[in-house]
C-alpha cells in the first residue's frame, strides 16, 4: 500500500492512497484525514486504507491523475525525526573528512542525532542555501515511520512497530558541522529541513526485499543530471533498523509518527559511487590529495529514488533544486 500528503488545506497535508504504479490516487476519506491520524489509530486505519487500495487496483474507485508537485512530506511535519548513521563506511569517510576519529564503539553502539521535524520538505520543494560557504550536501537515506513503540523494546520485537517505509533527503551544511561538535552538544545550524519522497509504503510493498531489519534494494542518486551513486542499502547496513529500534528505546518511549533514518547509504564498493557529495570529496583527497567536487550552490539538482528487481519506483522520487535564500 502506497500513502501520500496532499499539501493542505491544513499544515498535515490531506491524506490519499495511491495507485501502485504512483499516477493516480484516491481520498483517504474523513475517518483518517491526515497520515498522522492514521498512524493513531493503525490498527482501525490500516484494514481501511487497504480496502480503498484493493478498490483502486480493481478499477473499482474513482482516482484522481497524481501530480507530484502537489505532494508534501508523506509527514509534512512529525512528532520526531531520529536519525541514525547505520553504515560504517560513511562514518569513517565523513569522520577523515573533518579529521575527527570514528568513536571507539563504532561498531557497537549506534550513532542517532535529533533533527528538525517541525518543517519537513516535500519531495519536490527546493532547498534554500542562504551563503555557499556553508558547504551544502545532500545524503540519500532510508526511512522506517514508526507507530507507538514503548521504552525497552527488544530488536526481535522491533519489527512490530514499523508501520511504514520511505525515502530522505537528509540535507547537510558540511562547513558549520566542525564548530558545531566542537561544542559538545551534537548538531543543530548544520541540519537544515530534510526532505522526503513522494510516497511511504507499508512493509509487504518491499516483499522479499526487506530481510532482517534492511531493505535490500539500491538507493539511486542523480547529481546534476548523471548518476553520482546507486549503492546497495541492505548488506552493508551495519545496524539495522530492527537494532536502530532498540537502541532508541532504550531509555524512552516513542509515540506514533516517529520517524527513524538509516543513515546515509554507503557501499566500500567504488563502483556503486556515493550518496553524499563529502564521501565523494574524502575519496578524491585519498586518491589525489585534494578534493575537486565543489559542494552544492543553487541551480544544482538532486534526484532520489530506489526502484525493485522489476523496475518500479516504490517510493517515488525525491526532486529538489538549490536556490539561493
Not at 144 to 173: C, K, M, S, W, Y
Not at 259 to 285: F, Q, W, Y
Request: some cysteine; glycine content about 10%.
Amino acid at each position: 500500500m502506497k500513502l501520500a500528503s496532499l499539501r493542505g488545506p491544513g499544515r498535515d497535508g490531506t491524506l490519499v492512497v495511491v495507485r501502485r504504479d504512483g499516477l493516480a490516487y484516491a481520498p483517504a476519506g474523513e475517518a483518517f484525514p491526515t497520515l498522522q491520524a492514521a498512524l493513531d489509530d493503525w490498527e482501525r486505519a490500516e484494514p481501511a486504507l487497504r480496502r480503498i487500495a484493493d478498490e483502486i487496483e480493481r478499477g473499482g474507485a474513482a482516482v484522481t491523475p497524481l501530480a507530484v508537485e502537489d505532494l508534501a512530506a508523506p509527514l509534512p511535519r512529525a512528532y520526531e525525526w531520529v536519525d541514525g548513521s547505520a553504515y560504517i563506511h560513511h562514518i569513517v569517510l565523513v569522520r577523515k573528512a573533518r579529521g575527527a576519529e570514528p568513536p571507539e564503539t563504532l561498531t557497537t553502539d549506534p550513532l542517532v542525532y535529533q533533527g528538525g521535524s517541525g518543517v519537513l520538505l516535500g519531495p519536490t520543494d527546493d532547498i534554500v542555501l542562504r551563503d555557499e560557504a556553508w558547504g551544502l550536501d545532500f545524503e540519500a537515506e532510508v526511512c522506517a515511520v514508526l507507530g507507538d513503540t514503548p521504552q525497552g523494546t527488544r530488536r526481535e520485537e522491533a519489527h512490530r512497530h514499523i508501520r511504514l517505509f520511505l525515502l530522505a533527503n537528509d540535507v547537510t551544511l558540511r562547513n558549520l558541522v566542525p564548530a558545531e561538535l566542537a561544542k559538545g552538544f551534537g548538531f543543530f545550524c548544520s541540519k537544515p529541513a530534510t526532505a522526503f519522497s513522494p510516497f511511504a509504503i507499508t512493509p509487504d510493498e518491499l516483499g522479499d526485499a526487506l530481510r532482517d531489519g534492511r531493505v535490500h534494494l539500491r538507493l539511486r542518486s542523480t547529481y546534476n543530471g548523471a548518476l553520482i551513486g546507486d549503492p546497495e542499502a541492505g548488506p552493508e547496513m551495519h545496524f539495522s533498523f530492527f537494532e536502530l529500534i532498540e537502541h532508541i528505546a532504550r531509555t524512552r518511549s516513542f509515540t506514533a509518527g516517529t520517524l527513524l533514518g538509516s543513515g546515509t547509504v554507503s557501499n566500500r564498493d567504488p563502483a556503486r559511487g556515493v550518496s553524499c557529495l563529502a564521501e565523494k570529496r574524502m575519496l578524491e583527497i585519498l586518491a589525489r590529495g585534494a578534493a575537486t567536487t565543489p559542494f552544492m550552490k543553487p541551480g544544482d539538482t538532486i534526484m532520489i529514488e530506489m526502484r525493485n528487481r522489476a523496475g518500479e519506483s516504490l517510493f517515488g522520487r525525491i526532486a529538489q533544486r538549490v536556490v539561493p535564500g
